[in-house]
């Protein structure tokens, strides 16, 4: 079992910034991959970006893409996501999760941090 706690959450104009922060505890050593996942009320669960936790590669939904960076600090079992550019549309709970393997899904997940982007 992995436990990923996230923080960093607020609220914040349009236009400004926020970096969220998941600590992972546990079965760490485990991890193929973790990722950020967002669901904004009335729409379904969406994935954000994922980062392969040994190469580094990372993937970005289009509608982030140039504007949000994910990173991992291996060390100290951390995942970043530092949001810039924010817009009203990024207001969502925003989820850490850990894929385990390749072959398995994202079965641990965090507790959420909320973000919300003021017009």
């Known amino acids: 079992q992995v436990q990923l ?3 960093g959450g607020g609220l914040v104009q349009a236009g400004g910034s ?3 922060s998941c600590a992972a505890s546990g079965r760490t050593f485990s991890t193929y991959s973790m990722g950020w996942f967002r ?3 009335g729409k379904e669960r969406e994935s954000v970006a994922t980062i392969n936790w040994r190469r580094g590669d ?3 939904a289009d509608s982030v893409k140039g504007r949000f ?3 991992r600090d291996s060390a100290n079992n951390t995942v970043y996501l530092q949001m810039n550019s924010l817009k009203p549309e990024d207001t969502a709970l925003y989820y850490c999760a850990s894929k385990p393997t390749l072959y398995h899904g994202f079965g641990s997940w965090g507790q959420g ?3 919300t982007v003021s017009s």
């Open 58 to 60: 990372t993937y970005y």
């Open 69 to 71: 960076t994910i990173s």
């Open 113 to 115: 941090t909320q973000v």
């Open 39 to 41: 669901q904004a009320p």
């Open 5 to 7: 706690v996230e923080s």
């Open 18 to 20: 926020l970096r969220l």
